[in-house]
């Protein structure tokens, strides 16, 4: 256990309303990292991010941003949701030293 | 191409088997290599993490790297009904904080 918490652990919600995912972490782990999980797809990054204020885009990022105001905090936004954000959403921390990554519980997330 | 490739199952085997999972990759410039299990409905975690060529063994499961052949395995001996999971093997550069994941392998393991 990486102490990576997520909230909410499941969302429905429905097109065109933002929602916001987060992601806490109580190890001060500098990188951090959201991905979604699909069925026929795995786990595909969505954004990462480095340091405090400090982000990345991944493979998937069209439609998502993200936020890292505090080292132990960081935050998935949709803007404006649609039914193909409809997954389970990963966060994820890397243990720096080893290159390995833990990931916590997941929030399913359903747009209607 | 996809840079990770992994047969997603499901893969079915009796209890006490020997389970063969296999992950093939098109980068050489990855490194380390990690397997993930992952229950139905969990974050995944990780099971085995490898750096480079060889074996490398904890417990029931071995890690298998061919850096040549761009082949990475993992073996379960005497599998268990608890072993019923999706496995995921995650490749990785040095130094790239980024992971490239595969699809997973689906196991079932009868009792």
């Known amino acids: 256990d990486a102490g990576i918490t997520q909230s909410p652990r499941h969302k429905v919600t429905e097109t065109g309303t933002p929602v916001t995912l987060r992601c806490h972490q109580t190890e001060n782990h500098r990188y951090m990292y959201w991905y979604r999980q699909d069925p026929g797809h795995g786990l595909r990054l969505i954004h990462y991010?480095?340091?405090?204020?400090?982000?990345d885009k991944g493979e998937v990022s069209d439609g998502y941003s993200v936020s890292r105001s505090k080292t132990e905090d960081f935050l998935l936004t949709l803007e404006s949701a649609t039914s193909s954000q409809t997954s389970v959403y990963f966060c994820?921390?890397?243990?720096?030293?080893?290159?390995?990554?833990?990931f916590g519980p997941g929030t399913r997330l359903t747009v209607l | 191409q996809k840079e990770v490739e992994q047969d997603p199952g499901p893969l079915s085997v009796p209890e006490g088997a020997i389970v063969s999972l296999n992950c093939t990759y098109s980068n050489s410039a990855f490194q380390y290599f990690m397997w993930y299990r992952q229950y139905s409905r969990k974050g995944p975690e990780l099971l085995m993490y490898?750096?480079?060529?060889g074996n490398k063994e904890d417990g029931r499961f071995t890690a298998q790297v061919d850096k040549s052949s761009k082949y990475i395995s993992l073996f379960i001996r005497d599998s268990q009904p608890s072993d019923s999971a999706t496995y995921l093997c995650a490749p990785a550069a040095s130094g790239t904080y980024k992971y490239i994941f595969g699809t997973g392998t689906r196991l079932k393991v009868l009792a």
């Open positions: 490898t750096y480079s060529s």
């Open positions: 994820a921390i890397n243990e720096e030293g080893t290159d390995t990554q833990y």
């Open positions: 991010s480095y340091g405090v204020k400090d982000t």
